[in-house]
Structure formats: structure tokens, C-alpha cells
């Protein structure tokens, strides 16, 4: 029986008659069909690894934004722990975050005040780091504070819950835009002027608004950082997270490399970044 059903199916093959071993064969037009379902398919895996791709890159950011969090409600800690027995901060009301400054830089600021003792100190933006400030030049006789503002409205506001001794100086000035570097970028107007022959070994960069700007912020310092230093020196800058605050801390680096000034630099970290500069003799404030 298996013989003859070999020997039928030898036959059928020499007949021309298909058996089940034949080759498959397409109708006309399938294998274009086929091609795009191919295309169709790269296309939907493509999309779907770009999703992926922009799903990570949001679990980053977040997880990113969250290491910031912890790291503020550490400095917060490290902060408080650290004024608790000041003999010269007396009034403690800090309103942290958002356009004010946050817990690292009010650490570092509180260090630097505490342990170099600066007695000429320039601050850019009247804010939180004025309450600190203010109360330590009124308690430590021949300092000078001056501090630059351009809004009225929010100066006003301020005073009404701090009143700043006479060690402070509040200087207005108005506000305008100005070409840097082919970028448009807001300034005090005419405060090289304002603050022309005096020379500080504390500057601390939280204004004019540099939110809204695109290529560099608060360039005020690039005009005055080579002729009113100290020998003995440090500079804070805030929200040196952003671009441009980040590449206005850049250039000041670069104009005290071209002046042969030495010193050392580094950042804290929080919610928001503060840059630091210091003379070379100041190094530890690196370490902290």
C-alpha cells in the first residue's frame, strides 16, 4: 500500500499535478502588500520608541527633581542646626523658594558671614538674604551694606516687616535693557557709577529678574569685578541652575583669569544651584 501511494505521487509530479510539497506561491500585488506592512510596522515601532524614549526622560526629570527636594530639606536642616545658637541672627522669618533664595545659599551666606567676616558688602536684589545681612552688619560696628534695588513697590512690601539698620544702604535704580555678547539682557542702569571707588570683599548676585532671559542674567558684575574686589573676596551667585545666571558666573571666571586674580569656585545644590566665588586663600568655602 505505501508503495503505490510513493509510486502515485512520483506520478502526479511528472504530470505537472501540484502535491502538498509544492511551492507557495503570491497572488499579483501581495508582495507589495507585504513591503509596506513592513514600512507600517518600522513607522509604529518607531513611534513607539520615541514615546518610550520621552516616558524615561520625564521618570529622570522627575527623579531628578525629587534628589533636589530631599536636598533642600537636608540644607534646611544643616541650616537651622547651624543658626542655633547665632548671637547676631536674631530675627529668623526666612521666606524661602521660588524668586527667593533657598536654604543652601542662606547656609553658605550665613558661613561666610559668620566665620570671614566681611565689613564691605555689596548685594544685588533686595530679598531674603537682606534680612540676614542687614542684621549682621547692624551687629558687627563699621560695616557697610549696600544693597540694589530697582522695584518700589516690592521695596515698600519688604519694609514693612524689617527694618534695616543704618549699617544698610538702599540704592534705587532704574532698570534697562542692553546688548551682551548679541543677546538682550536686563541691567541697573548706570550702577557701575553707583557703586564706583568702593571696593567689597562680599557681593551677593540675586537681581535684577533674570528669569525671562534668554543667553546671560544679571551682567551687572562683569562691569565692576576686576577694580572692586577685595584682596580677600567671595561671590554668591543664585539660580545658577539656569543657562543664563550660568554663563554670566562663566564670563566673571574668565575676567578674573585675565586679571591674574587667583581663586577657586564651586556650587551648592538644592532646589535651585548658588554659585560661589572666593580668593584663593578662602578655598575652604568649597568644602562646606
Not at 94 to 105: I, K
Not at 197 to 209: A, Y
Request: hydrophobic share 45%; proline share 3%; aromatic share 8%.
Amino acid at each position: 500500500m505505501r508503495r503505490r501511494a510513493v509510486q502515485g505521487a512520483a506520478s502526479r509530479r511528472r504530470c505537472g499535478v501540484p502535491t502538498a510539497q509544492a511551492t507557495n506561491t503570491r497572488a499579483p500585488g501581495e508582495s507589495e502588500s507585504a513591503k509596506a506592512g513592513l514600512v507600517e510596522t518600522d513607522s509604529e515601532n518607531s513611534a513607539k520608541l520615541e514615546r518610550l524614549a520621552h516616558e524615561l526622560g520625564e521618570v529622570v526629570e522627575s527623579v531628578h527633581a525629587q534628589e533636589r527636594v530631599a536636598a533642600e530639606v537636608l540644607w534646611a536642616q544643616v541650616f537651622a542646626s547651624t543658626i542655633a545658637s547665632s548671637g547676631w541672627l536674631h530675627d529668623r522669618s526666612f521666606a524661602v523658594g521660588r524668586w527667593a533664595v533657598g536654604f543652601p545659599f542662606l547656609y553658605v551666606l550665613y558661613r561666610v558671614l559668620d566665620e570671614i567676616r566681611p565689613s564691605r558688602i555689596l548685594e544685588l536684589g533686595l530679598g531674603q538674604s537682606t534680612r540676614m545681612v542687614a542684621q549682621y552688619a547692624e551687629a558687627h560696628p563699621g560695616t557697610t551694606h549696600v544693597v540694589v534695588e530697582n522695584d518700589a513697590e516690592w521695596r515698600d512690601f519688604f519694609l514693612r516687616s524689617f527694618r534695616m539698620g543704618d549699617a544698610t544702604r538702599l540704592v534705587m535704580l532704574d532698570c534697562e535693557i542692553v546688548a551682551y555678547r548679541g543677546s538682550e539682557v536686563r541691567v541697573y542702569a548706570e550702577f557701575a557709577s553707583a557703586v564706583a571707588g568702593e571696593r567689597f570683599d562680599l557681593l551677593c548676585i540675586d537681581g535684577p529678574l533674570g528669569g525671562d532671559m534668554r543667553e546671560y542674567a544679571r551682567v551687572d558684575i562683569l562691569d565692576i569685578v576686576s577694580e572692586s574686589l577685595a584682596p580677600a573676596f567671595v561671590i554668591m551667585f543664585d539660580d545658577v541652575e539656569r543657562a543664563p545666571e550660568s554663563r554670566t558666573m562663566a564670563e566673571t571666571l574668565k575676567l578674573l583669569r585675565e586679571a591674574g586674580i587667583e581663586h577657586r569656585s564651586c556650587r551648592y545644590s538644592g532646589i535651585k544651584d548658588v554659585g560661589l566665588i572666593c580668593s584663593a586663600d578662602l578655598r575652604f568655602l568649597c568644602s562646606m
